[in-house]
Antibody
Framework: EVQLVQSGAEVKKPGESLKISCKGSGYSFNSYWIGWVRQMPGKGLEWMGIIYPGDSDTRYSPSFQGQVTISADKSISTAYLQWSSLKASDTAMYYC??????????????WGQGTLVTVSS | QSALTQPASVSGSPGQSITISCTGTSSDVGGYKYVSWYQQHPGKAPKLMISDVSNRPSGVSNRFSGSKSGNTASLTISGLQAEDEADYYCSSYTSSSTLVFGGGTKLTVL
């Protein structure tokens, strides 16, 4: 069974750094794109970017390019989303996602449970 | 890139059919067959309902169907049920090799 298990909720202050994780299991982690989706409180879904763990090929939404870093560690089947300096506007639920097929990264069949990030002074 | 345009809300009575539109441009919806639809209930992660414009993943009710004409994709739900009340989002592949979501539509079952 394919599972994406995300790290727990975080409460941070503006200016702090953060790295949240998404561990994949039940499939060959190297062979499927992993993406990240943001949902701010009471708002819609926003696609942030994706990574192919096999070769670390990474693509970002223009809205998030330079604002976050997406990475993956194949050895522990885990993808990451990180910030170097958080802002209050980063407060949101973050989901990791995976497609059904390895070459169909544009569809999000599997979703993690979400990680709530709260940034407040 | 701008978000795809969806109506903020739609409503229907049990048993009726409703359609939610998703309008983009020739650089996203109109240019590719990679449109998906997601259902999200409050407090839950979204669920894929339609991929590749009109394909239903295994386990999704055949009451859900998708189509596309020009730069506008549509999700139709027939035989509305109370459990269909949720937020619905479309997404599309773009010419920049990225994805873009619609703003979301709140479906109310009257």
């Amino acid at each position: 069974e394919v599972q994406l298990v995300q790290s727990g909720a975080e409460v941070k202050k503006p200016g702090e750094s953060l790295k949240i994780s998404c561990k994949g299991s039940g499939y060959s982690f190297n062979s499927y794109w992993i993406g990240w989706v943001r949902q701010m409180p009471g708002k819609g879904l926003e696609w942030m970017g994706i990574i192919y763990p096999g070769d670390s090929d990474t693509r970002y939404s223009p809205s998030f390019q330079g604002q976050v870093t997406i990475s993956a560690d194949k050895s522990i089947s885990t993808a990451y989303l990180q910030w170097s300096s958080l802002k209050a506007s980063d407060t949101a639920m973050y989901y990791c996602v995976r497609p059904m097929y390895s070459n169909s990264w544009y569809r999000m069949d599997y979703w993690g449970q979400g990680t709530l990030v709260t940034v407040s002074s | 890139q701008s978000a795809l345009t969806q109506p903020a809300s739609v409503s229907g009575s049990p048993g009726q059919s409703i359609t939610i539109s998703c309008t983009g441009t020739s650089s996203d919806v109109g240019g590719y067959k990679y449109v998906s639809w997601y259902q999200q209930h409050p407090g839950k992660a979204p669920k894929l309902m339609i991929s590749d414009v009109s394909n239903r993943p295994s386990g999704v009710s055949n009451r859900f169907s998708g189509s596309k004409s020009g730069n506008t994709a549509s999700l139709t739900i027939s035989g509305l049920q109370a459990e269909d009340e949720a937020d619905y989002y479309c997404s599309s592949y773009t010419s920049s090799s990225t994805l873009v979501f619609g703003g979301g539509t709140k479906l109310t079952v009257l």
